[in-house]
Every structure is written in structure tokens, then in C-alpha cells.
């Protein structure tokens, strides 16, 4: 649902950045709603921009018609898609359903535009997806975990928001699609946000959060925590991860000196995991309304290839964003 909470003016420096590391890259980002014309806008801008290269899934007379074509953009009409290459599809798709799905219904879900799009992912012709502009996000979501499916050793996607305010930039998560979390789940999150701010030029130092700091509360909640930073330290032994923290010990040198005096993220921190969706929501809802902070988001995380949800709501601008943001995605995998 990236742009439901506008992306608005960015500090350039960070899609300057991004746009420098995907320029003449050649990822070909794949658009299943390539008829709509926010999408068809972005995408000359993104072609104009030499910063990738669009593929819009649509009819080609109506997308011509519009008028908005200034570059020669590739095009791929389900209904016209050559019928051995459909058939190399429903086969691959088959397979990868493992038994869930047969051929019929293969063929069946190939018709649709978003599972069309999410197979030519999983099959390398296309380095990432941008959908939602006029898709529900379990439209978008649902093909690429039936399809793609989680990286190895990750067992859950989850959302993070880029926060923002002048030169400040954080990144909070999971604000958007988990409920509750396990230690396990809580740690994979971590380590997926880590790799996830490097995007950004953040250099990560990962706050598990929880009301206790270094044992000050005891209870099963602050245990998962603690747990969840042990996890997350054996699987990313090279990244700064802490927990149990208090926000407060996470952000502000003065109460960390205080709380946690030897800590590496303590005081320090840019990278922030809620114990669970609730914290998460209402934190960054906190920051963006009360704070001031502009959040970029929700950015799916922990999928094998890079998979981006829109809002119905988006503009032109949000999209192509969001697009080079999944450029850049594809070139940490």
C-alpha cells in the first residue's frame, strides 16, 4: 500500500542515491496494471531516466490510445502472449505448486494480470513487480507468496516504513502485516530490516523494543525480546542488534548511558522491531502525525525477489518511487 501515507518531497539525497545505484542497471520492473495511466506516466519517466526498464502488462491499442507513450515501452498482452510460452508458464507454475494447483487452473490464473506478472518474476524475465494502483494489497500479496515465496531461512513477510524528517531517517517494522510475532519471527524480521535499511544508506543498528531494558521488567513479553535479539545476533553476526530496549534507551544517549552504558545500538539506534503489529501501527502513525516524520511505506520485506504493493490511492509520483525503490531491491538479491 505504498502511498496510502503520501511519499511527498524526500530528502533528494536518498533517491538520488537509489537512482544512482540502479541507473543503466537494465532491471526490468514488471507493471501489471500497465493501462493506467499513473503507471504509464512513471514508467516513460523511469525509461526517460534511463533508471530501468518497464514492462506494462495491458492491451497495446488502449495503452497507445492514451496518448502518454513518449518512449517506445515494452508491452506484453496476456491475450495475445504466444500460446507455447503460456503453456511453459502453467507448466513452471504447476511445478512450483508442488500439486496445489493443476493445469487447468494454472491456465486459469495466468489470465489474471498479477499472477502473470508474479510468474514472470519468479522466472527471472523480470527483476521485480510494482502492482496496487488498482489491486487490493492481497491481490498483489497473495501471488507472490503462493509463487515466489519467502527467501530461505525466512519464514514470514512483514512491512517496514522508511521514516523521514529533514536529515533523520529510521526504519520501523513490522508496522503492516503480522499480528503477533514468535522470538523467531520477531529475529528474522530484524535481520530482513537490516538488510532493508542498508537501501537506504543506513547503516543498521537494530533496536529490539520492548517496556524492560537489559531485565528492568520481567514477564514472558520482555523474555521474547531478549529471546528474539539472541536469534537475530546468530544469524547476522556482522549487524549491532540489542534488545531488550526501552525506546527511550534505543534513541537517547543521555538514558542509555544511564540503562545500558556498553551497548553498541543503545543510544544509537536507527532500526527499530516492534514486538507486535499493534506497537508497530501506533508508533509510526505517532511519528508521522505528532513527529513530523514522513513515512515511505509499507516496504514488503523477506520475500525471495522483490514484490511492491501500491494504494489504490497513489499518484504518479508514488509510483515511480516505489519503482526504483524495487530496482534497488532487486540488486541486494
Known amino acids: 500500500m505504498i502511498g496510502k501515507y503520501k511519499l511527498g518531497v524526500l530528502i533528494m539525497s536518498i533517491f538520488d542515491d537509489l537512482k544512482a545505484?540502479?541507473?543503466?542497471?537494465?532491471?526490468?520492473?514488471?507493471?501489471?496494471?500497465?493501462?493506467?495511466?499513473?503507471?504509464?506516466?512513471?514508467?516513460v519517466r523511469l525509461k526517460t531516466d534511463?533508471?530501468?526498464?518497464?514492462?506494462?502488462?495491458?492491451?497495446?491499442?488502449?495503452?497507445?490510445?492514451?496518448?502518454?507513450?513518449?518512449?517506445?515501452?515494452?508491452?506484453i498482452d496476456i491475450n495475445e502472449y504466444p500460446e507455447a510460452k503460456m503453456n511453459e508458464l502453467a507448466d513452471a507454475l504447476v511445478e512450483r505448486r508442488k500439486g496445489k494447483t493443476d493445469l487447468e487452473t494454472a491456465h486459469k490464473w495466468l489470465l489474471n494480470e498479477n499472477y502473470f506478472a508474479t510468474m514472470l518474476v519468479y522466472l527471472n524475465k523480470a527483476d521485480g513487480l510494482v502492482s496496487g494502483a488498482i489491486h487490493s494489497?492481497?491481490?498483489?500479496?497473495?501471488?507472490?507468496?503462493?509463487?515466489?515465496?519467502?527467501?530461505?531461512?525466512?519464514?514470514?513477510?512483514?512491512?517496514?516504513?522508511?521514516?523521514?524528517?529533514?536529515?533523520?531517517?529510521?526504519?520501523?517494522?513490522?508496522?503492516?502485516?503480522?499480528?503477533?510475532?514468535?522470538?523467531?519471527?520477531?529475529?528474522?524480521?530484524?535481520?530482513?530490516?537490516?538488510?532493508?535499511?542498508?537501501?537506504?544508506?543506513?547503516?543498521?543498528?537494530?533496536?529490539?523494543?520492548?517496556?524492560?531494558?537489559?531485565?528492568?521488567?520481567k514477564s514472558e513479553h520482555v523474555d521474547k525480546v531478549s529471546e528474539a535479539t539472541r536469534i537475530a545476533q546468530q544469524l547476522d553476526p556482522e549487524t549491532d542488534y540489542d534488545g531488550e530496549l526501552?525506546?527511550?534507551?534505543?534513541?537517547?544517549?543521555?538514558?542509555?548511558?544511564?540503562?545500558?552504558?556498553?551497548?553498541?545500538?543503545?543510544?544509537?539506534?536507527?532500526?527499530?522491531?516492534?514486538?507486535?503489529?499493534?506497537?508497530?501501527?501506533?508508533?509510526?502513525?505517532?511519528?508521522?502525525?505528532?513527529?513530523?516524520?514522513?513515512?515511505?511505506?509499507?516496504?514488503?520485506?523477506?520475500?525471495?525477489?522483490?514484490?511492491?504493493?501500491?494504494s489504490r490511492g497513489c499518484n504518479e509520483e508514488d509510483v515511480y518511487k516505489v519503482a526504483i525503490i524495487t530496482a534497488a531491491q532487486s540488486l541486494m538479491n
Open 21 to 43: 545505484d540502479v541507473k543503466n542497471k537494465n532491471k526490468r520492473i514488471i507493471f501489471p496494471e500497465g493501462e493506467d495511466e499513473r503507471i504509464i506516466k512513471a514508467a
Open 50 to 75: 534511463q533508471l530501468l526498464e518497464p514492462v506494462l502488462i495491458g492491451n497495446a491499442e488502449n495503452i497507445k490510445n492514451t496518448g502518454l507513450l513518449t518512449e517506445n515501452l515494452e508491452i
Open 137 to 217: 494489497t492481497g491481490d498483489t500479496v497473495r501471488p507472490a507468496l503462493q509463487i515466489i515465496k519467502t527467501k530461505k531461512d525466512v519464514s514470514l513477510i512483514s512491512g517496514s516504513f522508511l521514516m523521514q524528517k529533514e536529515s533523520q531517517k529510521y526504519l520501523f517494522a513490522d508496522c503492516a502485516i503480522n499480528i503477533d510475532l514468535t522470538a523467531q519471527q520477531m529475529a528474522e524480521i530484524a535481520v530482513e530490516s537490516a538488510k532493508q535499511a542498508r537501501i537506504f544508506n543506513i547503516d543498521p543498528k537494530v533496536a529490539l523494543l520492548s517496556f524492560s531494558t537489559d531485565g528492568s521488567a
Open 246 to 310: 526501552q525506546f527511550d534507551a534505543a534513541v537517547a544517549s543521555e538514558v542509555a548511558a544511564q540503562k545500558k552504558p556498553n551497548s553498541k545500538v543503545a543510544g544509537k539506534a536507527n532500526v527499530f522491531i516492534f514486538p507486535d503489529l499493534q506497537s508497530g501501527n501506533i508508533a509510526y502513525k505517532v511519528a508521522q502525525r505528532l513527529g513530523g516524520y514522513e513515512a515511505v511505506g509499507p516496504l514488503l520485506q523477506g520475500l525471495a525477489k522483490p514484490v511492491s504493493d501500491l
